[in-house]
């Protein structure tokens, strides 16, 4: 029989002892040598600041408004442009005779952006990889007969010219505004247990697939001075953990926008990048149903990794479900606007609310090495399995009798 002594106003010291222990693993896991220099380095920073401005107060004081009236101006230009651009830049380009050629229209933002430019009165060329598969059968019964649709698998060479070859042909009189490429998959997870078959199927269709299409396509956009929309993430900008094969290929089809932009833009042809948050999609839906933890790693790698850390990675799927954002229509405006628009933004990141897109922003502007610093304090707090397979465990004594 077991019998758990337990004194009196023992709670407030389990919860102190705990916290201790809190203290000396964070304590633990946060004292490498980087991070305590960097630690220092805050700290001396600090004192030095403070020192000048017990010598001389009126630099130090001029000094920080200096600094404070910038930001404060940065920032409220930032925010407020957002309504000085819908009251002066909201002039919109007439639908007739225009065209858009879009990737990926089985499901998600491609299919709800092919519905929504066809009702405003574009051409739509709706690439599917099934094209007799669901998706493309709700879009012939929900659009009118402007909206046409073509298979594509941006994966291969042959059927992106085809796919070009069927939007020659079927143009007619209208000219080729824009090409979205918005088909994206996501496979993988942490770099340990993705293989690499993950990582070169991840990267064939959202980065090198955007790269074929845009090369096959741009001689017709030249011709209309139209523009190229690619759909990356706020993933291709701010790296993330256990989201590897997605991020990499993000952050590269990022950068190919970017040189993208620097290189035709002169040529009258408008480049944007669509980096949104998270958004629950079928893609995402789909990567939660079916993440399967022995066909998502070699066998080596999950034995290496055990059982306690594949149980904290569920546990972290888990929690990255909840925290996605359920209103893709979000993200359907503003690929509208870049679309729509006759001076569309360099940049969009589509945020479910304000605070979201100031918690994304302070990130963004955050220097690297202190990126690191928040994450591994994340994760601790969060995901303390992720240390060692093993960890400290609070147990209360029993006695046996």
């Known amino acids: ?148 649709i073509l298979p594509l698998d941006v994966r291969k060479d042959d059927s992106v010219e085809n796919a070009l070859n069927f939007v020659k042909e079927k143009l007619g009189s209208s000219e080729l505004w824009a090409v979205v490429n918005n088909a994206g998959i996501f496979k993988g997870f942490s770099v340990e247990m993705s293989t690499m078959d993950e990582f070169k199927d991840v990267l064939d269709v959202n980065f090198l697939g955007t790269v074929r299409v845009t090369k096959a396509f741009l001689p017709l956009l030249k011709k209309s001075k139209g523009r190229i929309v690619n759909v990356t993430s706020a993933g291709g900008e701010l790296s993330l953990p256990f989201a590897a094969p997605y991020i990499s290929s993000k952050y590269a089809a990022v950068g190919f926008t970017d040189c993208l932009r620097h290189e035709i833009e002169m040529q009258g042809i408008s480049v944007v990048s669509i980096e949104p948050e998270a958004f629950y999609t079928p893609m995402a839906e789909n990567f939660f149903r079916d993440w399967n933890w022995k066909t998502s790693s070699e066998a080596s790698t999950n034995d290496d990794c055990g059982d306690d850390y594949k149980k904290s990675l569920r546990d972290l799927i888990n929690a990255g479900l909840s925290f996605v954002c359920r209103n893709p229509s979000i993200v359907v405006d503003d690929l509208e606007s870049a679309v729509s628009l006759v001076h569309p933004d360099h940049t969009y990141k589509p945020r479910r609310h304000a605070f979201t897109r100031f918690i994304f922003f302070c990130y963004e502007v955050m220097p690297r090495s202190f990126r690191i610093l928040i994450f591994k304090i994340i994760l601790f707090i969060f995901f303390s399995e992720f240390k060692t397979p093993k960890n400290i465990v609070m147990k209360i004594i029993s006695v046996e009798r």
């Open 1 to 148: 029989m077991k019998i758990i002594y337990q004194m009196p106003h023992t709670r407030p010291i389990v919860l102190y002892s705990k916290f201790r222990l809190w203290a000396f693993e964070l304590l633990v896991i946060m004292s490498g040598k980087y991070t305590l220099v960097l630690g220092a380095h805050l700290l001396s920073t600090a004192l030095i600041l403070n020192i000048i401005n017990f010598i001389s107060p009126f630099l130090t004081t001029w000094i920080c408004s200096c600094v404070s009236i910038y930001i404060l101006c940065m920032l409220t230009a930032a925010i407020t442009f957002q309504y000085t651009k819908v009251k002066f830049l909201n002039e919109k380009v007439e639908t007739e005779n225009r065209a858009v050629f879009i990737t990926g229209c089985d499901t998600g933002f491609g299919h709800a952006l092919a519905k929504r430019l066809d009702s405003k009165g574009f051409h739509v060329f709706a690439s599917c990889l099934f094209p007799s598969g669901e998706g493309a059968s709700r879009l012939k019964a929900s659009c009118s007969d402007r909206l046409l």
